[in-house]
């Protein structure tokens, strides 16, 4: 029998995957709240047809770890219910950032790129240029910062406005802080290896020109028709809660238990076997697989592993506020499209605001998401903001930046403590580590979720198909 801990959406494909495997036993899901989908949360309003999202509420479509959940949500039942983004809607094409007093609109195609766009000074393309003339890094890298390594190719401008503002978006996170390898390795590994990013990239183009796919990646009928419909982002008809509900419903109508609002107490390896102790209770299972924040696991396994518990705890996390608004008038926005994010060198305490009713349908509402926070939550609000502090700081920079002046007719502060990992410089190899001293332990232990090796939708789903075919390989 395997345990999952926790029920957020990586847990939940752990215990889908394992189903699929056809195992004997079924899997037991342990929950510390009251509710599965973890940070997917979504609050219905039916009645006056729009959602608030508390956390993620697009996926993207492209690449093997989209293409691996659009097989799922077509194996669960939702393909019909996918609500998707084209790449020619507003929201698609309009992405901008509040910099310089202004929102400026950031290039959708090459003619963007070929002229000044506001905040940059110069065309972008002159960061090409820069990077191709900057030359090697004195001495190799094993690993550095984003705004480092932007900064060092590229330019301050691309480092300051364009990526640092990315980051806070993605994980709301410091790209003074964030490991060029969370997103770049590629480019990174390519600059390490060539001397420049550019110039590297096209030396590898060359070498594979003549050289064709191994094997071709085969794709299910979802996600053939996100690429033949050119999907941008998409989500699903009654928001993204509904993937987690529809997972949870499939695997205890499969006989996997998931057990709600338990309290988790402590692991403890024998050998082969796992001895759990859940709610004063214990339980002796084969394999464990944990999905719960690294942070979390590190206080269940530090008496009997100390050494591992360090590890895990050394990955930091930060808080992050979101301030769902709702207006009962479709035209209050002047600037239409997926929404705008700010530069930390603005020094405003708000990190952007998502425009959710130009995304999707919202009857006759402008619908809002403010996020806050991140790697500066205790800069702007200390330890303990209230929510009536979090609103005011929300509406005060809606009215400043959308001139919006008019008090929202609904509304949901969410204070997410400790929900995004930071893949700090030197994340990637600590994460090596962890799972290297796993395997030389032989606990019979395995990882998902979002402290490792990705935070998006995408990612921590990817991470419980992988976690459980590395068990059962192991078997």
């Known amino acids: 029998m395997t345990a999952i801990l926790g029920a957020g959406i990586s847990g939940l494909s752990a215990g889908y995957y394992l189903l699929k495997k056809g195992l004997p036993n079924p899997a037991v899901i342990y929950e ?66 509040y910099a310089k007093g202004k929102l400026n609109m950031l290039p959708s195609s090459l ?36 705004y480092s390594f932007v900064d060092r190719r590229f330019g301050k401008e691309i480092a300051d406005y364009a990526v640092s503002s990315m980051l806070c978006g993605i994980c709301a996170g410091d790209a003074k802080q964030i490991s060029v390898k969370f997103l770049m390795k590629s480019l990174f590994d390519v600059e390490q290896k060539h001397g420049g990013v ?82 004063g209770r214990e339980q ?62 603005e020094n405003l305490p708000i990190l952007g605001v998502i425009f959710d009713s130009c995304c999707f349908e919202m009857d006759d509402n402008t619908v809002l998401t403010v996020m806050m926070g991140g790697a500066w939550f205790k800069k702007w609000f200390g330890t303990d903001p209230s929510e009536e502090q979090l609103l005011d700081v929300a509406l005060k920079n809606v009215n400043k930046i959308l001139d919006i002046q008019v008090s929202p007719d609904a509304y949901k502060v969410n204070i997410l403590r400790n929900c995004i990992p930071q893949y700090v410089v030197g994340h990637q190899k600590r994460v090596e580590g ?28 990817l991470s419980a198909k992988k976690c459980v075919d590395e068990q059962m390989h192991s078997k």
């Open 198 to 279: 550019v110039k590297g990239m096209l030396k590898e183009a060359l070498n594979k020109k003549d050289k064709k796919e191994s094997k071709q990646e085969l794709l299910s009928a979802l996600a053939r028709r996100a690429k033949s419909e050119n999907w941008s982002i998409y989500s699903i008809h009654g928001g993204l809660q509904t993937l987690p509900d529809r997972i949870g419903t499939i695997l205890q109508k499969s006989g996997v238990g998931i057990e709600t609002g338990v309290k988790f107490e402590e692991i403890r390896f024998h050998g082969s076997k796992v001895e759990l102790k859940v709610d």
């Open 434 to 461: 962890i799972r290297r001293y796993i395997r030389e332990h032989k606990l019979p232990l395995g990882l998902c979720g979002a402290s490792y090796d990705g935070v998006g939708v995408n990612d921590v789903i």
């Open 284 to 345: 002796v299972v084969d394999h464990l697989i944990s999905s719960i924040p690294s942070y979390k696991l590190a206080k269940r396994v530090a008496g009997q592993h100390p050494e591992l518990s360090k590890e895990l705890a050394a990955i930091p996390f930060v808080d992050v506020a979101v301030i769902n608004l709702r207006y009962k008038s479709p035209d209050l926005q002047k600037h239409k499209g997926f929404g705008f994010l700010v530069p930390p060198i």
């Open 111 to 146: 003619s963007g790129v070929l002229k000044i766009v506001p905040p940059f000074t110069k065309p972008l393309f002159f960061a090409g240029f820069k990077d191709l003339f900057a030359g090697r890094s004195k001495i190799p890298l094993e690993d550095e910062t984003m």
């Open 32 to 97: 510390a709240s009251n509710r599965i989908g973890g940070w997917i949360r979504t609050d219905r309003f039916n009645e006056d047809g729009f959602v608030f999202e508390a956390g993620p509420r697009t996926i993207r479509p492209k690449g093997p770890a989209a293409s691996n959940t659009l097989d799922l949500i077509e194996e669960v039942g939702l393909a019909e219910e996918v609500y998707p983004i084209y790449s020619n809607h507003v929201a698609a094409r309009n992405r901008m950032i």
